[in-house]
């Protein structure tokens, strides 16, 4: 591939042009943030229990004190039968087993009008949201594979419109859902949009700043924005007081990501791939002129020529396929790792992220509270994953989180109700947990793109990230766990993260390694590390043709 990188400079890689990129790249963080966030917002399941007679005069006070007694207030079958009809022992066991409950009386937290609470979705109807919400991960892995192929089909940006578009129809069409089916279908659709509605920009922006400064614009932009579009997330929610509105509000503004299709240059990665050197030279010619620059003609004519004698050899290199990746022994090994720590770290920071109930603190507090995690996680991924190393920042990031996650669940093990229980202090087990995923989140994508050999990185890469969405529909089913035991699904997410940790140890180094680039370097990458080798550790002096040259730049 010719030296885009070299062109690049030439026509600006850190000006007027890169400042309005990453401008853009703040909106979609916020919008993306929003999108991704509002299936947890609009279930958000109120403290609710059973409407009859004996208890439609209670005050919210006065029905908490009544149903204290049972083990489980909210949705205790005995307690509704006792409280249904006063004179039930005159009543038969026949009669008795008939009474379910179709009303229900809600403490809205903060007044917002939850789906859950609108449909009456609780206790014996909590499926129904657990399943729609389920049907959302399908669709992001359903998403994620179609859009994946599209774009290598028709390019980054249609794409980048395209799944936003579906996003904003996705969940359009779920304010108007009432039943269980059609509530699933608007959520697949919404779900298909998950991901690449935020990647394509993420290359974009790559591929038009200095390879310097991309680790550091990248983070900060994600840090910054991505955390206040979360952060703000719940208390939209609670402005507006009703999860339609709330829907209208976080998703109109994504109508206006069609514009971008008119402002911004294609991906010239994309365009030199397909063939196209008169696209790429005008995508360059675009970004020259926006931060007043000039592309003399023979500085295009050189990169026309080493485009025409390098396409062949492209070729010929790019001709190996994903299955390479399984033929040798310890490729294959640190394939499996790639993928299962894909598996657990979007797990995880899904779940983690939507776990805000049952906690003794109101969910949309805890929430805010547990997004602030992600402006420091990319902080602290920028300072050190270039000193520590890529196996040390995923494997401590992942022991951190699985620590406290699952110090949280012992914490809920060992509270016995509302009475006893810390808020605060699980407040910040889960700020902090949510911080060590955060960072593992973050930095997985790197060095999954560093480990897989360039021959194979681009099928290689999506692969591993279509398998972390894959079992992100499990996430719903796992907190729903917490209706038979509370500390469940902390305790499933801690297990998860500490086995991540400890296979992320397998891996070999790639800071400051020449990445490989056929799955012959693939395979021998490494050899020799041994498991508790990290490049904190490594003398500086040390200089061998295989371990000093940093890492080379990566093709988007």
Known sequence: MPDVDRMLEKCGDFGRYQLFLLSLFAVVNVLTSWHYYSQTIISIV?????????TQNLSIGELREVFSSYDDPFCSRKAREELFIPNIWMESSATKRRQNCDQWIYDLDFGYQSMTSDLNWVCESAWKSTLGQSMYFIGSVVGTLVFGILADKI?????????????????????????????????????LATDSNFVMMYILVMEY??????TFGLNICIGIFYCLGSMVTPWIAVAVGNWKVFLLVTSLPIAIIPGFYFILPESVHWLIAKGDVDGAINSFLRVAAFNKRHLDEQTIRDFRTEFVNQSASCEKKYQANLFDLFKTPRLRRNTFILFFKSMVITLCYDSISRNVQGQGLSPFILFSLSATAIFPACLVLWAFQDKIGRKAMASSSLLVSGIFTTCTGIVLAYQKGAATMSPTLLAVLAVIGRFGITVA???????????????????????????GYAVTSLSTIILYLAHYFKPLPALILGGLSLAGAVLCLFLPETLNRTIPATIEDGERFGIGEHFFHFSCFEKTEKSTSDNTSTVTSIDA
Do not use: K
């Open 209 to 214: 700043i200095r390879p310097s400064m991309r």
């Open 441 to 467: 989140y973050n930095s997985s994508a790197q060095y999954a793109t560093e480990l897989i050999p360039t021959c194979v990185r681009a099928q290689g890469v999506s692969a591993v990230h279509v398998a």
């Open 155 to 191: 390019g980054r940006l249609p794409i980048l419109v395209l799944a936003n578009c579906v996003a904003l129809l996705g969940n359009g069409a779920t304010i108007f859902s009432t039943s269980v089916p059609s509530f699933s279908i608007c959520r697949f659709i919404s779900g």
């Open 46 to 54: 109120p403290d609710h229990w059973c409407s009859t007679e004996a």
